[in-house]
């Protein structure tokens, strides 16, 4: 019980972290940052909220602290490094159901995230290793090593080429994306044109150790350019579970930025997934008020097939982006003072006519801390007779949320 006591006021308490050495462009800099998120659910008797016990809370308290040291180094000659370690305590009534904040696990790592320190019913403490990579970098090419991001595609809702830990759509801490165990060469072939090879290691199950295996590891190739105003890029290669390809293109038209993706998947044979194409379409536009719109729409050829409690769990394990085949996204955003930012995005399954409410505020406190509030609100079916999910976004909980953030 003190041990739970200390956990709770350490997510109640924001940490405090300070600049330790150099500057940016330094050869060695050590910078720090701290966050915490304090939520309570209203889980609408839904059967993805259970307690150890197996038990159905009508809500629950969850909460996390974040302590993360960014150490880079930069020896000269091209090298540099970057090491992120990251103390992380977090606190659930609702025991492993307490996941609802975290990142979904990354698919790939051939090693463990870090070092379990303590893992009680209600509470965990863990020391993570979030990115650890070393660069060089020459005339026109680059090549990255060990556990350090890759992102691809430029949706905001969905990335149908974003293969490697892509934030849910619904996700509220989009700041640091989690590392994963890969090797990365980057050649440039003009101003605006490249390619850049991606091999990464992956487990068999794709969730945890042990042991690396072909069939859950990536061998991507993918190359970028831009024409006439376009940005176009294009990729394939072997991905998790089986083979992809898949293509994309942003630019403007008018007074609206258009962006396109679209990727195709060939399954091994035995894994979850079927043959399918993933297509995300958006357009975007800023006025001079300052206010943004974003919409996107998904299709998902992979989520036709299986019960909306299977392709819950797949979209869990990061296999699906969403449940539902076809998904609309909206975003509104804007600064509704000079330190207030509020945003209210709307998802909505096309399929079941099930909708989650994003409503978000941020206020900036300094300029190395904000303090953010918001929800995500479910309305449609909760679950059918039987007790399964009625459908995808009504049979998640309802989430609320407070995160303090500071940067040193």
Known sequence: MRREAVALAALLVAGRAAALVGEAGDPLQVVASARTVTAVTVNHDSPLML??????HSSD????????????????AGLSGDLHLVEA?????????????????????????????????????????DRAAVTWRGAGASLTLGRQPITFGKAHFWNALDLFSPFAATAFDRDYKPGVDAA?????????????????????????????????????????????????SAQGGKVQGGWHAGAAAAGTVGP?????????????????????????????????????LEGELLFQGAARTGSLAERLALEQQGRLLQASPLV???????????????????????????????????????????????????????????????SEFGAAPDLTYVEFKAYF
Do not use: K, M
């Open 51 to 56: 307690s150890p016990d197996g038990t159905v």
């Open 61 to 76: 308290g969850l909460g996390a602290a974040l302590l993360r040291l960014q150490v880079v180094a930069r020896p000269g």
């Open 89 to 129: 305590v977090s606190f659930s009534t609702a025991g492993a159901a307490g996941a609802l904040i975290a990142p979904p696990p990354a698919r790939y790592r051939l090693l463990g995230a870090g070092v379990a320190q303590a893992h009680g019913p209600s509470t965990t403490a863990d020391l993570l290793v």
């Open 184 to 232: 990365r060469l980057d050649v440039a072939l003009g101003e605006a044109s490249g390619l850049t090879a991606v091999a990464a290691t992956g487990r068999s199950d794709g969730v945890a150790p042990p042991g690396a295996s072909w069939r859950g590891s990536a061998a991507l190739l993918h190359a970028y350019t831009t024409l006439a105003g376009v940005d176009l």
């Open 256 to 292: 609206l930025d258009l962006r396109a993706e679209a990727a195709a998947f060939f399954p091994a044979r035995g894994d979850a997934l079927p043959r399918s194409v993933t297509a995300v379409a958006g357009a975007g536009h800023r006025f001079d008020s300052g206010l943004v």
């Open 328 to 390: 609309i996204g909206a975003l509104a955003e804007r600064d509704l003072t000079p330190l207030l930012h509020g945003s209210l995005g709307l998802l909505c399954s096309a399929n079941d006519g099930s909708l989650a409410i994003l409503p978000g505020l941020t206020y900036s406190l300094s300029d190395e801390a904000d303090l953010v509030a918001g929800a995500v609100v479910g309305a449609g079916r909760r679950r059918t007779p039987a007790g399964a999910p009625g």
